[in-house]
């Protein structure tokens, strides 16, 4: 009877490894979101002292197209602060870079998931995979050798800007677009496709009627995600956009970008002055964009689903 | 192996791995405390020179090494003022500097080096006044035809806004005056081999840089050759600059006066492309004034 009782009692081996499980998936957690907690804490903290401490309008900063830190306009008295020319260039190359590649990504894994499967699945999906997987400084120096000499040629000038920086940012954003644009159309329920089918629509009225509208949502989440990749990348845009922090006049002039400035500046300044103060606001406005990124995506995640 | 224990094992493997790699990264921690370490940060331009430098110096002393690290004229400042670093690297004056308090630190001088004007080779341009420079740089001329070259666009390439070479420029080259908005590269061999294929292009690079793929224009009539700025003719140089926090310890004294020996000096500092102190005929102040040595 006692036996039974101090049985009943005292925690069973089972119930001593639920607990030690979650301990140990708690404390990961916990390390996590003191990880990303302290990471948003300390550039927020950097970035709004350009506000805060050295006394720059937010407006200004936003809105103003003139970018020379170090100089003081005698006007003001203030330094020229003006972000709008990175902020413009980032947002142009990374839309630009979405516009082009969406119609090749769904063509692509149309093609892999609805018309050649067998051969989509053998062979385009690992070259899809390893595209994903080059480094991005690859890329520029294939953008800096081969694109930029080639727009040099056909449209003049320098050959550095919009157009190029687009064209290497396209190459880098399909493999993303494309890989989840493949999983999605491969979540569509194959009964969509046989209803389609049975009612006498042909292969192409499929695709575009049912298979498409099904996996609209999908395919959104697949382009914020290729947006996402392509107005973080630094490396790649900053070899071949030509750094000026000047509003692009066209698509061939030189540009530039968050990131492309932020690495170029960040070791010719000096921690707590103002110079170095605006790069970390242009480094907060990047994480606050990634942020956005990520809530359109659960936006769209949640609006979208199938009914 | 029975289900109940392949969490144990997991747990374990991850266990002793974690241990491992801190075990690991403990034992092979930087020792820079211990003394018998020198550490440097800063001007990536100079950095090659240190770092060369610092290799042949722990040959002769053993057990002594010299880290040496990029980072920027910036962090390299900032480091060493704050007392992080033993020695901060720098390509200008730290009073040039915004945000340093050049008060705390050290000067010292450890070579010379002569920036040229960088031109495409199709301009037909081999020779530019300071004043020309101004002109072009503040897009007050915007044709080489304007000035005497063929009639093609100027496109300006910069380095990246706080560099040592560009601040070296804009002092000396342009007399102060800012250059305009324009591209900037960040990096020396980048700038070279944009302006070699670039129509039309200008920057500027050490002498280091200049090969015939381009062309390097005198200043004033006055070739960009180490002897000219020896001798005071040639107008664009700087110092480099290792800065110290207050007065250097034994150890770093010691590894300062290695890289202004004779024998360093001679050897390594023209072989990196960079001009001897001890062959400089001229010093020049902070304030800019030449002084006949």
Do not use: C
């Not at chain 2, 007399?175 to 980048?190: C, F, P, R, T, V």
Request: proline share 4%; no cysteine; hydrophobic share 45%.
């Amino acid at each position: 009877m006692d036996n039974i009782t101090q049985k009943l009692m005292q925690k069973s081996e089972s119930t001593k490894k639920d607990s030690l499980g979650r301990a140990v998936s708690l404390a990961a957690l916990s390390l996590i979101v003191i990880v990303v907690i302290s990471i948003f804490a300390f550039v927020m903290s950097r970035g709004l002292s350009t506000f805060f401490h050295d006394g720059v309008h937010v407006k200004d900063f936003l809105f103003g197209s003139t970018w020379n830190p170090s100089v003081v306009n005698p006007q003001t008295k203030q330094p020229y602060i003006g972000a709008l020319p990175m902020i413009f260039g980032s947002f142009l190359v990374t839309f630009l870079a979405a516009i082009v590649a969406t119609p090749f990504a769904i063509g692509t894994s149309l093609f892999m998931t609805e018309i050649a499967q067998k051969r989509g699945t053998k062979i385009m999906q690992p070259i899809i995979e390893l595209l994903v997987g080059i480094p991005s400084v690859v890329y520029g120096f294939i953008g800096l050798t081969v694109v930029v000499p080639f727009i040099r040629s056909v449209f003049g000038g320098s050959g550095f800007g919009i157009l190029s920086g687009t064209i290497v940012l396209f190459v880098m954003v399909l493999p993303t677009i494309t890989s989840m644009t493949v999983d999605t159309l491969k979540s569509v329920p194959r009964h969509y496709r046989e209803s389609a089918l049975a009612i006498g629509a042909t292969r192409w009225q499929m695709i575009y009627k049912v298979v498409l509208r099904a996996a609209t949502p999908g395919i959104l989440t697949a382009i914020v995600f290729g947006m996402a990749r392509a107005f973080g990348e630094a490396l790649a845009v900053q070899m071949v956009i030509g750094n000026a922090a000047l509003m692009p006049h066209n698509l061939t002039s030189p540009a530039s970008t968050l990131t492309s400035i932020l690495t170029m500046g960040i070791g010719n300044t000096v921690m707590g002055s103002l110079q170095n103060d605006v790069l970390w606001t242009l480094a907060m406005i990047l994480l606050l964009m990634s942020l956005v990124f990520n809530l359109v995506v659960r936006a769209i995640g949640r609006r979208g689903e199938m009914k | 192996m029975s289900k109940s224990h392949r969490g144990t094992i997991i747990i374990t493997i991850v266990a002793v791995s974690i241990a491992a790699a801190l075990g690991t990264a403990y034992a092979t921690r930087d020792k820079s405390t211990s003394g018998t370490s020198i550490t440097a940060v800063g001007s990536t331009a100079l950095q090659p020179f240190v770092e060369a430098a610092g290799e042949e110096y722990a040959k002769i002393n053993l057990g002594t090494f010299v880290n040496v690290q990029g980072g920027g004229t910036g962090t390299g400042l900032s480091q060493v003022s704050q007392g992080a670093v033993d020695l901060g690297n720098s390509d200008v004056f730290a009073e040039e500097k915004e945000g340093i308090n050049a008060k705390r630190l050290v000067d010292h001088q450890v070579a010379v080096v002569g920036i040229a004007p960088l031109l495409n080779k199709d301009i037909g341009l081999k020779d530019l006044s300071t004043a020309q420079l101004q002109a072009i740089f503040t897009g007050k001329v915007t044709n080489w035809q304007q000035i005497g070259g063929k009639n093609k666009k100027i496109v300006i390439i910069n380095r990246a806004a706080g560099s040592g070479t560009r601040a070296t420029f804009e002092k000396w080259g342009l007399l102060g005056k800012q250059s305009i908005e324009a591209q900037e590269q960040d990096s020396s061999g980048m700038v070279r081999s944009i302006v070699a294929t670039t129509p039309g292009a200008i920057s500027y690079a050490a002498f280091g840089y200049i090969d015939d793929t381009i062309v390097a224009a005198s200043v004033n009539h006055v070739s960009p050759l180490n002897k000219n700025v020896a001798s005071g003719m040639y107008p664009i140089w700087s110092y480099e600059h290792v800065y110290t926090k207050g007065k250097p310890t034994p150890t770093v004294a010691k590894f300062l006066n290695y890289l202004t020996s004779k024998e360093i000096q001679s050897t390594l500092v023209p072989k990196l492309g960079y001009i001897s102190i001890h062959d400089m005929q001229v010093t020049r102040e902070l304030n800019g004034n030449i002084i006949k040595k």
